[in-house]
Every structure is written in structure tokens, then in C-alpha cells.
């Protein structure tokens, strides 16, 4: 059975892996893209949540679909009675040209880099929409890699992706962290073997069935101080 109570990490990581959908982006800019082709802003909530499952999907039966293509096609459900679906479409898909940081991720990554740790990111999302929004954010030059389940066997929460994570860079499990908001990306990555600190920026109970966090934060300058407090790995 699994347990939601946070263990205690008895020193650093020597690998922090980023989520970035929602973890460093501020994915709430997309409800605005949704309002502008005609359709109510709390549908981005949904149609996001969407687009995983069907990532998740089709990656426990072998496949591993680019996020563009689910997303769009996940899309194409929601906005399926808009009179040009097409170009509603393409204009929200856009919009992850444009996504900012969220406030705290800027002085949360320093703040993590003046610790000596290795940054790199493992996102469903594509590498591009993550090193542009690093360069438009100002924090490209923190990240050693850039990486995506694309060339990966599979999404996350699949035990290879990770794996293909660490293999990059050359990490044990028990090296590194997962740093990330979503629950089932933190259950994933524990039952890979990382350790894992859940950024909890809405205040929501974490599901009981998951394995647990091993540090909740509410912010990426609040994990810096709860790292800084642990002996530095050897």
C-alpha cells in the first residue's frame, strides 16, 4: 500500500529533474487563448488534464505519441462546435510559444545552482516549448540539458522514462530528485527509485494511493532552503 507521508531525506541530490508543464510554466496565461477563439477560460483545466491521460494512454500500450499531436487532437474534442476548429486550434497551440515562468521560478533556480546541484528538465511537453521559454525566463544557462520523454520509450509516468533521464546524465536513482506539481509525476518517479519534492502551488491534498513526496514546498526558493539545510552528497 502506498503512503502520502513524507520521508526524511538525509542529504542532497546530486540531480534535480524538472517537470515543466505547470511546474516552471504558468499555464494559467492559456485560459486567455481560450476566451479569444470563443470558449470559457475553465476549459484549459480540463482539456490539459485531457491531453495526459491520452499521453498516458497510449503509452501503457506501447506508444509514444508526440505531445503536439495529442494535444492538438485533444483539442479538437473540446473546440469540436467551433466554426473553424482548425484555427482555434493552432491560435491556443500558440500559446506555448508564449507561456511566462511562473514568479518564483527565476530566483528558485539560482537559488538551487548556487548549491552546486545539476539541473536538467524531463518534460511530456517538447524541448523547443521548454528551451523557449527558458530563454524568454532568463535561465537557459542554469540547465546542463534540456530533455523530453520524445526520445524516451515513453511518457511519464512510465519507469523508462525516467530512466532515460538519468541514463543523459549519467545519475543513479537514488541521486536524483524529481522536482514537479503534479502527484502522479512524483508517484512515477518513486516508484523509479529518484526522490522527489512536491511543489504544491494550490494548496490541494495530495492523493493517499500515491507514493509520497519526499519534500513539499510551495515554491523552487523554498526548496533551496530546505536543501540547503541537508549535508551535500559525497
Keep these: 500500500m502506498t503512503s502520502a507521508t513524507p520521508t ?3 542529504r542532497r541530490p546530486r540531480l534535480l529533474v524538472f517537470d515543466v508543464n505547470e511546474t516552471l510554466s504558468d499555464m ?3 485560459g486567455d487563448r481560450f476566451v479569444e477563439v470563443g470558449v470559457p477560460p475553465y476549459l484549459a483545466a480540463p482539456w490539459f488534464a485531457g491531453l495526459l491521460r491520452d ?7 506501447g506508444h509514444n505519441p508526440s505531445f503536439v499531436d495529442v494535444a492538438r487532437s485533444s483539442l479538437h474534442t473540446v473546440l469540436h462546435d467551433k466554426a473553424n476548429v482548425e484555427a482555434a486550434t493552432r491560435h491556443i497551440m500558440a500559446g506555448f510559444l508564449a507561456l511566462p515562468l511562473h514568479d518564483d521560478v527565476r530566483a528558485g533556480v539560482r537559488a538551487l545552482t548556487a ?3 545539476r539541473l536538467v528538465t524531463l518534460s511530456n511537453g517538447s524541448a523547443d516549448v521548454a528551451e523557449g521559454l527558458f530563454e524568454r525566463g532568463g535561465i537557459r544557462d542554469a540547465f546542463e540539458q534540456v530533455l523530453s520523454v520524445e526520445h ?3 511518457w511519464k509516468p512510465a519507469a523508462s522514462a525516467y530512466a532515460y533521464a538519468l541514463g543523459e546524465c549519467g545519475v543513479a536513482a537514488e541521486d536524483a530528485m524529481l522536482v514537479a506539481v503534479h502527484p502522479w509525476d512524483i508517484h ?3 516508484a ?6 512536491w511543489v504544491d502551488r494550490t494548496g490541494a491534498p495530495y492523493p493517499e494511493t500515491m507514493y509520497a513526496a ?3 514546498v510551495r515554491s523552487l526558493p523554498e526548496l533551496a532552503a530546505r536543501l540547503e539545510e541537508l549535508p551535500a552528497a559525497t
Design 8 to 10: 526524511a531525506l538525509e
Design 28 to 30: 494559467t496565461h492559456l
Design 55 to 61: 499521453g498516458f494512454a497510449l503509452t501503457v500500450t
Design 115 to 117: 548549491l552546486d546541484l
Design 152 to 154: 524516451a520509450p515513453g
Design 188 to 190: 512515477g518517479a518513486k
Design 192 to 197: 523509479a527509485g529518484l526522490r522527489a519534492a
Design 214 to 216: 519526499d519534500v513539499v
